[in-house]
């Protein structure tokens, strides 16, 4: 039986940054194709499709962004799902844009996996008119900050897909964007491929602050939240280390954890 050769770590990583290279080559060459549906002759996203697959009405968690069954009765606090009125996770609120299901989650897919960084500016724009809505002026961030990859991951995908958004939604919100605030100290399997109970253990410790955040309000983003294991590990290490509140940002949120 013919087996395909192992290619080296480093030989590798030269091919992952070609096929990078290569997307955002295409990317300049058609930026004005509609990543949902194609069509060379709108922006990022065409009306068509913006009005097909965005305007979804959701009543979500304001703790963890999980959709809520409609009807769910509103207290004082605001509406919360059952799993953070009984254990409340570290951060103190979510924003999402809309559910991870097809076909808007090939826009994260197309950011994360082929470099389709315009993409993160798209996100970037509708998280701002969200924060914008829930908000206002008054949102009170002081620091956007993404999520971090590990080192061996950034350098082979050759960028950190939940920077390409937090730099530009921190530009329209106004506030200083830290793409170090949060470092990665301990290397992760990826959670994909993991249960909900083992996505927890895999980042229990994983982060750990580089800068001062205390008394600060930290707005953290990345482009899709699951089990929202990664979120809590992130927020903990910023509570730890004297954040005063944490508030995720995220593209996508799944369904069910």
């Not at 829930?134 to 620091?143: E, L």
């Amino acid at each position: 039986m013919h087996r395909r050769p192992v290619l080296p770590p480093a030989m590798r990583v030269r091919l992952s940054r070609i096929g990078t290279l290569a997307a955002r080559i295409a990317t300049i060459a058609l930026p004005n194709r509609c990543a949902l549906c194609g069509n060379l002759s709108h922006p990022a996203i065409c009306a068509v499709c913006d009005a097909a697959y965005w305007n979804e009405a959701r009543v979500r968690c304001v703790v963890c962004a999980a959709p809520l069954a409609p009807g769910r009765s509103r207290r004082a606090a605001g509406y919360r799902c059952d799993a953070c009125r009984a254990d409340a996770p570290p951060f103190d609120a979510t924003l999402a844009l809309a559910d991870y299901r097809a076909p808007v989650d090939t826009l994260a897919r197309a950011l994360k996996f082929h470099a389709r960084l315009a993409l993160g500016a798209e996100f970037a724009g509708r998280l701002a008119r969200l924060v914008d809505d829930a908000h206002g002026a008054r949102h009170g961030f002081d620091v956007v900050a993404p999520v971090p990859l590990a080192r061996e991951r950034l350098a082979a995908r050759g960028y950190n897909q939940a920077w390409a958004i937090a730099r530009p939604l921190a530009r329209r919100l106004g506030v200083r964007a830290s793409a170090t605030l949060l470092v990665r100290v301990a290397r992760t399997a990826p959670q994909s491929r993991l249960a909900v109970r083992a996505r927890r253990d895999n980042v229990a410790s994983a982060f750990a602050v580089a800068h001062d955040v205390a008394g600060r309000h930290v707005a953290l983003v990345d482009d899709v939240m699951t089990s929202g294991a990664t979120l809590a590990a992130a927020a903990q290490a910023l509570k730890a280390a004297g954040a005063r509140r944490v508030t995720n940002l995220v593209a996508l949120r799944t369904a069910k954890d």
